[in-house]
């Protein structure tokens, strides 16, 4: 018997391949891109019936806009749509391949068009790519109206955009597909003319949620998948292929997480590993540093912020998670990924179930606030080192009193400048060991402020 392939099923005719106005040699996420909003899936808080951006596009009364949202929830695919409904020129630009020179060069046609009362909507993918010169040579063209801007960016357009670009464009946040709308999407995949409509492929609904589950909320990773495990899939001897569990686990072995080490992302997965920790929930803590684990990041990373929360939100409540914290840095320096992951897991969950003083950081903030705005007072004599004669006949020293010498070892010798005397940075909780340290330092205050 003839060994079949795949891709004999799909070796159609040009003519074929015409009539059905569907080029099988693209990806399958490229053959499925929705062209109209009736078949885009998703997004429904933007696209549903009577909402906002829905009418904007149905009446071709777009302006300029940004596009927010993780990869493969449909900003460029959005972006199509509104080229084939809208009555302007519609211009793909890329910013990854595109300077300042090829700027100028669409902004000048656009300003023709412009003139003979035609508009001009100019889709730049990746907006976040060009630099703030490069966002700057669109300003004066969107402010005239020569074009009408739709930027897509997975990065927070507040922090990439600049300002008075993005103070001109409304800013729509799209959100990550949920598993039922990318289980749909897959659904449509396998029944469309264009995807594998005309196969004859068995799969099961557990094995389409697998996929959907894997691709975290992105619709081109779910399609990916799936034609993959259909390319890897057995083919009966009638042509029919059947997706076998241990094909498809080849391709859903690895989730690729959403983490960008230097952008938003980053930044949002620390925020709720601190506040987790800080929340005394260990379950969330471990959650969200295995995802920045997962997700590619320099477990000393971890381990430094792990450093910093054992003093800025545990403190003297629990002194001793200061010294796990630099301990497991240094186990994370020793060993590395993966097995420093335990160690991190412990400093986390025991971070997490410390009991939580901030005073520290509160005395450090105060203190440092106080530095910044107040004159800066020299030193008071009483407190100087009078390591010289001159110092000595300058009073340095005068009335210094040796705390080691006193019965109780202890002195009212003032130590803050003068405009400070009345300050008070550290304030102790009675959390943890910080409250023996809270009576104690009660009491010295106490006996500090009685008459000899």
């Known amino acids: 018997m003839e060994q079949m392939s795949l891709f004999d099923n799909f070796n159609l005719s040009a003519n074929e391949e015409q009539e059905r106005g569907v080029d099988f040699t693209q990806p399958l996420a490229n053959r499925l891109r929705p062209k109209t909003l009736n078949d885009f899936v998703g997004q429904e808080h933007l696209l549903g019936q009577g909402k906002m951006l829905r009418q904007l596009i149905e009446r071709d009364q777009i302006s ?127 029944t469309a003319p264009e995807g594998f409509g005309r196969e004859q492929i068995s799969m099961t609904e557990e094995q389409l949620r697998a996929i959907a589950a894997f691709a975290n909320g992105d619709a081109r990773t779910a399609l990916n998948t799936l034609e993959m495990a259909v390319l890897n899939s057995q083919i009966q001897p009638d042509g029919s292929m059947i997706v076998t569990n241990e094909g498809l686990e080849q391709c859903v072995s690895k989730k690729s997480l959403l983490y960008d080490k230097s952008g938003e992302e980053h930044y949002n997965m620390i925020s709720a590993l601190h506040k987790s920790m800080r929340n005394s929930d260990p379950d969330a803590a471990i959650y969200w540093m295995l995802r920045m684990l997962e997700g590619g990041e320099n477990p000393l990373y971890i381990a430094r912020r792990l450093i910093r929360f054992a003093s800025e939100d545990v403190g003297m409540a629990d002194p001793n998670a200061l010294t796990l914290a630099v301990n497991v840095y240094q186990a994370c320096h020793f060993l590395g990924m993966p097995e420093c992951d335990v160690h991190l897991t412990h400093c986390v969950a025991y971070l997490a179930m410390a009991p939580k003083s901030n005073a520290c950081y509160v005395a450090c903030e105060e203190a440092k606030r106080d530095i910044k705005e107040k004159p800066a007072e020299p030193v008071p004599l009483q407190i100087r080192n009078a390591v010289t004669g001159l110092m000595k006949e300058l009073n340095y020293g005068k009335g210094y009193e040796y705390a080691h010498n006193a019965k109780e070892k202890l002195t009212r010798m003032k130590c803050l400048p003068e405009s400070l005397q009345d300050r008070e940075y550290y304030r102790p909780t009675k959390e943890g060991k910080e409250a023996a340290v809270a009576e104690r330092l009660k009491e010295i205050k106490a006996w500090k402020a009685k008459e000899d």
């Open 64 to 190: 300029s806009m940004i596009f927010w949202g993780p990869p493969g929830v449909g900003k460029t695919t959005l972006a199509s749509i509104i080229a084939g409904q809208t009555r302007s020129a519609f211009i793909n630009f890329s910013a990854v391949t595109s300077g300042i020179k090829e700027i100028k060069e669409v902004m000048q046609q656009a300003e023709n068009d412009r003139r003979g009362g035609r508009r001009t909507v100019l889709f730049v993918d990746e907006i976040h790519r060009f630099n703030r010169a490069q966002q700057d040579a669109f300003l004066p063209y969107v402010e005239k109206g020569s074009i009408i801007l739709i930027g897509a960016t997975t990065e927070n357009p507040s922090f990439e955009v600049n300002g008075a670009l993005l103070s001109r464009c409304k800013v729509f946040v799209l959100k990550e597909l949920t598993e039922e709308n990318l289980f749909s999407l897959l659904n449509r995949a396998l």
